[in-house]
């Protein structure tokens, strides 16, 4: 799935196979997730609508040539707060999405688009749409200025779905549901079948009807836009088998390349990423930070946990200089937060890291799993997740003054058989007793020597700690882990985490 795809877009009266047609005459929340139970009760039935012309031959530059026209597919009100735009299929988003919204038609038909003249003729919109849908729904807020309706939601692409907060720009993903993620089969992904939006009465409240071959589910939340936009979550998942390799509230970014080496990556930008660190708050109280990497293999990291209390992909940079890209704006990049409501119980927080040239795919996944394997029959999860501004402001607050503003490495240069590590910690806050500061700093593998803790007069708040790491010949990997901690044993940032494994040449 190619992660440009949803950026751009502009319910259908689409006949539903009978396991997932809705209630007549039901509470429409409840309904939606009974037709997901229902459906999990029955073999798969993949929709294989095919895409009429002009969709069906549609480019990555002529989708987006197919635009919503203002009453009739876009700009549509619901309610005072929100506009919808109900999104054209083609191009990558090919099965049909059945939306509905309240007060509105959304049956569909070619005639709720406009076309542009240079990619499609001059009757591309009186065309038959046989049995189409459409693709998705974006959701417009008046999120930045009082007389502009911007972007806040877009619901498009399998179960993916991307938000904004004020003054941010798109960049990673959600998803409702992941199945197989990293794992040694191709990855499944279930899809949005149906988007009902139920009401706009303290937030938006809409739910999504999700289909896959091994499970089917409803994912219900209420949107509320802001400086801080929350999603309130349930998942509502039906297993048809058991499962074992599934993937709760995931997260989907970008990580090409910055200061943590080994760098590999010819570019006229210092970095380029939607997110530079995964961090989690774990069930014993700890604040993990695990920088990101583009590895030279793809790798799979799981943080063993028991009750979660959160986890998120974070965009720590907020200054321009940092990425020098204008159009990429990758300072404008918002974080994504997950907190879970009530005890998710044992399981690990899971991070997927593929190999990338380029900044085009999405090669970051982080995700939830269950210890226990999911049986068939009802399991639900609620979560909340805050989609923020890029840096570190927007965390849920914690006891230690520091975070770890920068991570770099780089080949130590005497040897070249050892790499330094150089690790940044900044206090925007009163700067705390460091005498008798203490690195801790361990390997799995390999050795750890010449450490140091100093402060940076540069940098008025910031104390930097180094060390080298010297793997063992032959050795492939190693786990690193560094606490910083006060003469008493006091936490003093989060614990800072990172997998060392060898460049593509075979170097350290």
């Avoid at 969709?55 to 989708?63: I, M, V």
């Avoid at 989690?280 to 993990?288: T, Y």
């Avoid at 849920?396 to 130590?412: L, N």
Wanted: with cysteine; hydrophobic share 40%; glycine share 10%.
């Amino acid at each position: 799935m190619k992660r440009r795809g949803f950026l751009w877009g502009g319910a259908a009266c689409l006949a539903l196979p009978p396991h997932l047609a809705l209630g007549q005459g039901q509470d429409p929340e409840r309904s939606l997730i009974q037709t997901a139970r229902r459906a999990a009760t029955r073999p798969y039935r993949p929709d294989r609508t095919p895409l009429s012309a002009p969709f069906d031959g549609a480019s990555y530059d002529s989708y987006r040539g197919i635009r919503t026209r203002p009453g009739l597919s876009g700009d549509l009100a619901l309610g005072p707060e929100f506009r919808a735009d109900m999104l054209p299929p083609g191009w990558l988003f090919r099965e049909p999405v059945t939306i509905d919204l309240p007060g509105h038609d959304t049956r569909f038909s070619p005639s709720l688009y406009d076309f542009d003249n240079r990619y499609f003729g001059a009757d591309a919109a009186g065309q038959d749409a046989g049995s189409m849908g459409f693709s998705g729904l974006r959701l417009r807020h008046r999120l930045n200025a009082p007389d502009t309706w911007d972007d806040v939601l877009v619901l498009q692409g399998a179960s993916y779905f991307r938000a904004l907060a004020k003054d941010t720009v798109y960049g990673l993903s959600a998803r409702a549901l992941s199945l197989g993620t990293g794992g040694p089969t191709p990855e499944e992904f279930p899809r949005f079948t149906r988007i009902v939006v139920f009401g706009t009465q303290d937030g938006l409240r809409f739910g999504c009807l999700v289909d896959s071959p091994r499970a089917s589910a409803a994912l219900i939340a209420t949107l509320h836009p802001g400086p801080r936009t929350v999603l309130d979550c349930a998942l509502h998942l039906f297993p048809r088998v058991p499962l074992e390799d599934v993937g709760i509230a995931p997260l989907t970014s970008m990580f090409q390349h910055n200061d943590i080496g080994p760098a590999r990556i010819d570019d006229f930008r210092p970095a380029v990423h939607d997110s530079d660190v995964l961090v989690v708050d774990n069930g014993a109280g700890e604040r993990l930070w695990r920088p990101l990497a583009n590895p030279a293999n793809v790798q799979m990291s799981a943080f063993a946990d028991r009750g979660p209390r959160g986890f998120g992909l974070v965009q720590t940079p907020t200054d321009f200089a940092r990425f020098r890209d204008q159009e990429g704006a990758y300072h404008r990049r918002p974080s994504a937060w997950v907190a879970p409501k009530g005890d998710w119980g044992a399981g690990a927080v899971m991070l997927l890291e593929i190999p990338t040239e380029n900044e085009f795919a999405d090669n970051i996944v982080a995700f939830w799993r269950p210890r226990d394997r999911l049986e068939p029959g009802a399991h639900r999860f609620d979560y909340r997740l805050d989609v923020t501004a890029p840096g570190p402001d927007p965390l849920p607050p914690r006891p230690e003054p520091f975070w770890p503003a920068r991570s770099a490495s780089g080949v130590e240069p005497n040897t070249g058989n050892a790499r330094l590590f150089v690790i940044d910690f900044h206090t925007s806050g009163p700067l705390p007793d460091m005498i008798g500061a203490d690195l801790d700093i361990g390997a799995s593998q390999g050795t750890v020597s010449g450490q140091a803790l100093y402060p940076l007069e540069a940098r008025p708040g910031t104390w930097r700690a180094s060390f080298l790491f010297t793997p063992k010949a032959g050795q492939e990997v190693a786990e690193l882990r560094l606490r910083l901690r006060g003469q008493d044993g006091t936490p003093l940032a989060p614990v800072w985490l990172h997998r060392w494994t060898r460049t593509a040449q075979g170097g350290v």
